[in-house]
């Protein structure tokens, strides 16, 4: 992707004015630098200690991201690929907040162009975390049990072949020759079902497969993906305040909120106050099941 000239917007808060549509090309970078005024006056925004900027793409999906205060009343956000990833308009939204709440919305549109020479695949972070834990987990569950099965048929053909050798050896040398020819097939499938479990990026052999897959299923089943962490609460009468037991990094889509199951949006639902917590927009009744999911 190309990294663009920044593209300087004026908004004004108190006089509506029209804002010529900034036009950009398909996955390009681009700095947007925002000049706010109130009545045609710089606005002073050394109050504000976050500003984060929404875009709703035209296939409806929103990403929000973090900006800088670069200026008085200046504010700068990286439009980056997944923003730009589909041609067409882009509906775009600016929100300001300081200690306690949030101060001020803007709003504005921009359009993407269509790049005749792009081939575009959505990357993985366009997904949230909550949806990469719910969508892919039956799917990693199934293919880590079948891995594991087939890795533990090749073990007791292996196991098996080894003791026919032992037999005919004791035996006679003919059965010894048949019992060697038995364990060479057991260790080629053997090495067929390592060579599977490589490619699966399960295990690097044979001996430890099976314990690594048990490991790697009990942690799918019990939501603990790697590095993400799961804390339930059950709310209190009026509650808004919750207080994680793990840190997690702020603004940077690390922290995911659901009540009753319902996923909540910064900074619509709730505000990232600190690394260890988060406040609603809204008072919770008493014994609603609050889920929080930190990376």
């Known amino acids: 992707m190309q990294i663009q000239q920044p593209i300087i917007i004026d908004v004004d808060l108190k006089n509506a004015s029209y804002i010529n549509q900034p036009e950009v090309t398909q996955n390009d970078s681009n700095t947007f630098v925002i000049n706010i005024f109130d009545d045609e006056i710089p606005l002073d925004l050394s109050e ?92 990693i569950i199934e293919d880590a049990l079948r891995v594991t099965s087939e890795a533990n048929i090749a073990r007791e053909e292996t196991i098996e072949a080894t003791e026919n050798a032992i037999e005919a050896t004791n035996n006679a040398n003919e059965k010894a020759s048949l019992a060697e020819e038995k364990a060479r097939l057991a260790e080629e499938k053997a090495i067929l079902a390592n060579t599977a479990a490589e490619k699966g990026d399960y295990a690097q052999t044979q001996g430890d497969y099976a314990k690594y897959q048990g490991d790697y299923v009990q942690e799918v089943l019990d939501i603990q993906w790697f590095p993400v962490r799961v804390q339930k609460f059950t709310s209190t009468a009026n509650q808004t305040v919750f207080t994680l037991n793990n840190p997690y990094t702020m603004f940077q889509n690390r922290l995911q909120v659901f009540i009753e199951g319902v996923p909540q949006f910064p900074p619509i639902n709730y505000m990232e106050t600190s690394n260890t917590s988060f406040t609603l927009s809204e008072a919770l009744p008493a014994g609603l099941e609050v889920v929080a999911i930190t990376q």
């Open 48 to 139: 504000v200690t976050n500003a984060t900027i929404s875009h709703t793409r035209i296939d409806r999906k929103t990403i929000i991201n973090s900006g800088t205060i670069t200026g008085t009343n200046q504010v700068t956000f990286l439009v980056d690929r997944p923003e730009t990833s589909l041609a067409g308009r882009v509906e775009t939204k600016v929100q300001l907040y300081n200690a306690d709440s949030r101060i001020s919305t803007l709003s504005f549109t921009f359009r993407v162009n269509a790049d005749p020479t792009s081939n575009y695949v959505p990357s993985t972070s366009e997904r949230t975390l909550i949806e990469v834990v719910l969508g892919d987990a039956p799917l």
